[in-house]
């Protein structure tokens, strides 16, 4: 059976050798790890930086395609457009709630990412310059995420692992409407083909690049793999998205802008160029083309927020007062 940990003066958890062991074995037999388990320090505050990040991403997200809610070219565009942008807000939301059972507030996530100390993901930092791209990020950056994101179905940690399967049932819809909107642009007009291949030219790279930095420059990789939050390094992520991604290209009549991507027999994927790391990290620095105004933002949602944020709680203390009151006559 799991041993839970002594617990020291400070009220944690002692992380003796035993106690270290004892985890581990329980995490390599696949067993879920729920909140009111001892854990590890470092495997708490991994949870809390990489779902903080996941859910940061999520709402962040919902910004260049609400771009494009009002300008949709037709009312079942519109409508699909509308319920993708409201399910990110949902994945968002429940990605907060898996967070929040490691102990730590939404307030707080928030506040650390109008402050800029947590992260969201670098793809968003980019601007959506044409209906095009709104069909182009549902087939290349939700195909990413879902590449991503299912093996977190199997995450160690039970509330993200669960919180995960809703969200990838959700993408792959979205990867589908998104696939859908540039088969429509690429079976269209030279122009409207044109427009898809120019919005193929501007996602690739940074598609690319969500998937983290190359495994020997991932700070977290080792230990998030031994602990099963991640299943598969950013590389092999990456491998497995461009060797899904390619032929759906090819069938759209579309060219990837990889003029050394090829097919290499034997490793069974395609071999690519190499990766701009410096606008990678330029971007998760804080400098993309339009970091300022995604965090300005969020800023502003923050704060025309605060008044229904006073208000939901004063009417949450009422109620406890009331129930309180009833519950001494
Ligand atoms: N954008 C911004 N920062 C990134 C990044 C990216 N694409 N890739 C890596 N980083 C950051 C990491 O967060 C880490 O910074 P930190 O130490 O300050 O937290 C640093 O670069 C080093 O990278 P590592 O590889 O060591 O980090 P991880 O082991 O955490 O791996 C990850 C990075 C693969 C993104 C992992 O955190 C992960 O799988 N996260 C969950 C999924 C997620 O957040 N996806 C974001 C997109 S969600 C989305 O696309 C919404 C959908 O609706 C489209």
């Known amino acids: 059976m799991y041993s839970q940990g002594l617990i020291g003066a400070d009220g944690r958890t002692e992380e003796t050798p035993e106690f270290l062991a004892a985890f581990q074995a329980r995490v390599d037999?696949?067993?879920?790890?729920?909140?009111?388990?001892?854990?590890?320090?470092?495997?708490?505050?991994?949870?809390?930086?990489?779902?903080?990040?996941h859910a940061h991403s999520?709402?962040?997200?919902?910004?260049?395609?609400?771009?494009?809610?009002?300008?949709?070219?037709?009312?079942?565009?519109k409508a699909a457009l509308l319920a993708k942008v409201q399910d990110e807000g949902g994945h968002g939301l429940y990605l907060y709630s898996a967070a929040e059972t490691l102990g730590v507030t939404r307030k707080q996530m928030t506040e650390e990412l109008l402050d800029g100390r947590a992260k969201y993901s670098s793809i968003f930092n980019y601007p959506t310059l044409?209906?095009?791209?709104?069909?182009?990020?549902?087939?290349?950056?939700?195909?990413?995420?879902?590449?991503?994101?299912?093996?977190?179905?199997?995450?160690?940690?039970?509330?993200?692992?669960?919180?995960?399967?809703?969200?990838?049932k959700e993408e792959s819809f979205h990867q589908?409407?998104?696939?859908?909107?540039?088969?429509?642009?690429?079976?269209?007009?030279p122009e409207q083909k044109a427009m898809a291949q120019d919005s193929l030219n501007r996602w690739w790279?940074?598609?690319?690049?969500?998937?983290?930095p190359?495994?020997?420059?991932?700070?977290?990789?080792?230990?998030?793999?031994?602990?099963?939050?991640?299943?598969?390094?950013?590389?092999?992520?990456?491998?497995?998205?461009i060797d899904a991604t390619v032929p759906?290209?090819?069938?759209?009549?579309?060219?990837?802008?990889?003029?050394?991507?090829?097919?290499?027999?034997?490793?069974?994927?395609?071999?690519?160029?190499?990766i701009d790391w410096d606008e990678f990290w330029?971007?998760?620095?804080?400098?993309?083309p339009c970091a300022r105004d995604r965090v300005a933002a969020r800023k502003k949602a923050w704060d025309d927020g605060e008044w229904v944020r006073e208000a939901a709680l004063a009417h949450a203390e009422k109620r406890r007062a009331r129930k309180l009151a009833v519950a001494a006559e």
């Open 58 to 77: 999520e709402i962040v997200g919902m910004l260049p395609e609400g771009n494009w809610i009002t300008r949709a070219p037709s009312l079942r565009r």
């Open 248 to 274: 759906q290209a090819e069938f759209l009549g579309l060219t990837i802008p990889d003029p050394e991507l090829k097919w290499n027999e034997e490793k069974g994927g395609y071999d690519h160029g190499p």
């Open 130 to 168: 044409s209906w095009a791209d709104i069909g182009t990020i549902g087939w290349l950056v939700d195909g990413a995420a879902i590449m991503n994101q299912i093996p977190l179905c199997r995450c160690s940690y039970g509330p993200y692992a669960r919180a995960m399967i809703r969200v990838c």
């Open 205 to 212: 790279w940074p598609s690319i690049m969500m998937f983290g």
């Open 29 to 53: 037999a696949e067993q879920k790890i729920e909140p009111n388990d001892d854990m590890p320090e470092g495997y708490r505050r991994t949870l809390v930086r990489q779902i903080g990040q």
């Open 176 to 189: 589908r409407q998104g696939y859908e909107i540039v088969m429509t642009l690429a079976r269209g007009t």
């Open 214 to 241: 190359h495994d020997a420059d991932s700070q977290h990789s080792d230990q998030s793999m031994a602990w099963k939050i991640k299943r598969f390094t950013n590389d092999e992520l990456r491998q497995k998205f």
């Open 282 to 288: 330029r971007v998760v620095k804080g400098f993309g």
